[in-house]
C-alpha cells in the first residue's frame, strides 16, 4: 500500500507542476480541478478528493476503495504530466452565453525512463458557469474630466452630480444613484469520469 501512496504521489507533483497550480485550488479550468484532484490523492486525502468528483467518477472513485483503486493504475507509470484538453460539447442559456462546458483531459506518463509519453487515463470534465448582474454606484462629486475615446467623441466633462471611474470604459457612466451594472461570471469545474 505505501508504495501505491508513494507513486501517486509523485504522480500529484509532476501533474501539478504540469499545470501551474498556485497555492490554493484551481477548480476554474479543467486542468486545474485534475491537478486539485491528484493533489487530494497523493495525500490520500479521502474528504477532498471526492468534492472534486461528480456523476460516474464519483461513483467509481469518491471513497477510499476508489481511491486506491486509482492509484494502482498510475503505479506503473512514472513521470506523470496533464496531456491534451479538448472542448467536446457547450450548452449555452438564452443569450448565447455558455453555462456548460464538457473537456476531456488527457493523463500521459511514461514507463520507463526511455520509453515515450502515452496515455494513461482520460478524465471528463464538466465546467459550470454562472453569471451575476453586480451593481455599482460609482463616486459623486465635483466635475471629472472623463475619456471617452473616439468613437465618441473623445474628452468630455461631467458636472456635479455625476459620477466617474477612471479606467472603467472611459469612465462616465450617469447621474448619481443611478447604478451601473455589469455582469460577472464565474466557472467551476468538476470530473465526471475518469477511464
Known amino acids: ?35 486539485a484532484a491528484a493533489k487530494a490523492l497523493a495525500k490520500n486525502d479521502v474528504k477532498k478528493f471526492p468534492k472534486f468528483l461528480t456523476g460516474t467518477a464519483k461513483e467509481k472513485y469518491g471513497d477510499l476503495e476508489g481511491m486506491i483503486a486509482l492509484q494502482k493504475l498510475l503505479k506503473p507509470y512514472t513521470a506523470h504530466q496533464v496531456g491534451e484538453t479538448k472542448l467536446v ?8 452565453r455558455p453555462t456548460l462546458r464538457n473537456y476531456t483531459v488527457q493523463i500521459v506518463g511514461k514507463q520507463g525512463t526511455d520509453a515515450d ?17 453586480e451593481y455599482d454606484h460609482g463616486t459623486c462629486g465635483p466635475a471629472s474630466v472623463g475619456y471617452s475615446g473616439p468613437m465618441y467623441g473623445g474628452n468630455y466633462v461631467s458636472g456635479p452630480g455625476y459620477y466617474y471611474e477612471p479606467g472603467v470604459g472611459g469612465g462616465f457612466y450617469g447621474p448619481c444613484g443611478v447604478p451601473f451594472a455589469h455582469t460577472v461570471e464565474s466557472t467551476y469545474c468538476l470530473i465526471s469520469d475518469v477511464e
Not at 508504495?3 to 486542468?31: E, I, K, W, Y
Request: with cysteine; net charge negative; aromatic share 4%.
Open 89 to 96: 460539447a457547450t450548452t449555452s442559456d438564452d443569450h448565447g
Open 1 to 35: 500500500m505505501k508504495h501505491v501512496m508513494n507513486r501517486s504521489f509523485g504522480f500529484a507533483l509532476a501533474l501539478a507542476a504540469s499545470v501551474a497550480l498556485s497555492a490554493c485550488d484551481n477548480t476554474a479550468t479543467p486542468q486545474g480541478v485534475v491537478g
Open 117 to 133: 509519453l502515452s496515455q494513461i487515463l482520460v478524465a471528463d470534465v464538466a465546467c459550470t458557469t454562472d453569471y451575476r448582474v
